[in-house]
């Protein structure tokens, strides 16, 4: 009954930036246990940036200070802010929802590829 749909990936040159968003519709709990992975060719899926209970934020080592994970509960909508982008940025970006602990949901994934 979630559905998470991820936009805002493309192709941006290294130093540039993009927004990713992910709109969450259904039988949604809040925005306040969500976050965003990546994946890159032939590695695992990795944390890059979440909310833990709305209010605390955490994000990978690799990104501190250059992504900024927010929301914005009218729209139902969260974002990734991201900048200084690098050739190793690249991965598939996907938008997570853990409502409670029985449930686990993920969007399809937008594409994100920094070029050198």
């Known amino acids: 009954q979630v559905q998470l749909v991820e936009s805002g990936g493309g192709l941006v040159q290294a130093g540039g930036s993009l927004r990713l968003s992910c709109v969450a519709s259904g039988r949604f709990f809040s925005l306040n246990d969500m976050g965003w992975y990546r994946q890159a060719p032939g590695k695992q899926r990795e944390l890059v940036a979440r909310f833990i209970s709305g209010v605390n934020t955490i994000y990978a080592e690799s990104v501190k200070g250059r992504f900024t994970i927010s929301r914005d509960n009218a729209k139902n909508t969260v974002y990734l802010q991201m900048t200084s982008l690098k050739p190793d940025d690249t991965a598939v970006y996907y938008c997570?929802?853990?409502?409670?602990?029985?449930?686990?949901?993920w969007g399809q994934g937008t594409q994100v590829t920094v070029s050198s």
């Open positions: 997570n929802a853990q409502p409670n602990p029985l449930s686990n949901y």
